[in-house]
Nanobody, 121 residues
Framework: QVQLVESGGGLVQAGGSLRLSCGASGLTVSSYTMGWFRQAPGKEREFVARITWSGARTSYTDSVLGRFTISRDNAKNTVYLQMNSLKPEDTAIYYC??????????????WGQGTQVTVSS
C-alpha cells in the first residue's frame, strides 16, 4: 500500500523558512516524478514544484521561483521542499504527490494528507 506522509509545516513569520518533508512507503521516490502542490483557503489546489524520477529536472510555479527548492534523498525515500523568503500568500496546505502513467495519461495518482503552512505578516 502506497503512503505519502508530509511533515514540517507550521507557523512562520514573513521572510522566514520552512522545510517540508514527504516520506514515502510502498513506492520508491526515485522511480517516480514527485510533485508538491498547495491549496489555500477558498482556492483551488495549485502546482508548486516537481522533480523528475531521474532527479535531472525540476520545475516550479513562477510565484516560488528562486525561493523554493525541491529535492530528494533516495536513501531516505523522501522528497523535500525547502521554502525560503516565505510570504503570507504562501499560506496553504501543502501536499506531495507521485505521478504515474495511467490510461488517462500522466497524472498524480498518490497523494499525502497535507501539512499546513501559515505565514504571518
Amino acid at each position: 500500500q502506497v503512503q505519502l506522509v508530509e511533515s514540517g509545516g507550521g507557523l512562520v513569520q514573513a521572510g522566514g523558512s520552512l522545510r517540508l518533508s514527504c516520506g514515502a512507503s510502498g513506492l520508491t521516490v526515485s522511480s517516480y516524478t514527485m510533485g508538491w502542490f498547495r491549496q489555500a483557503p477558498g482556492k483551488e489546489r495549485e502546482f508548486v514544484a516537481r522533480i523528475t524520477w531521474s532527479g535531472a529536472r525540476t520545475s516550479y510555479t513562477d510565484s516560488v521561483l528562486g525561493r523554493f527548492t525541491i529535492s530528494r534523498d533516495n536513501a531516505k525515500n523522501t522528497v523535500y521542499l525547502q521554502m525560503n523568503s516565505l510570504k503570507p500568500e504562501d499560506t496553504a496546505i501543502y501536499y506531495c504527490a507521485a505521478e504515474m502513467n495511467t490510461a488517462r495519461g500522466w497524472e498524480y495518482v498518490y497523494w499525502g494528507q497535507g501539512t499546513q503552512v501559515t505565514v504571518s505578516s
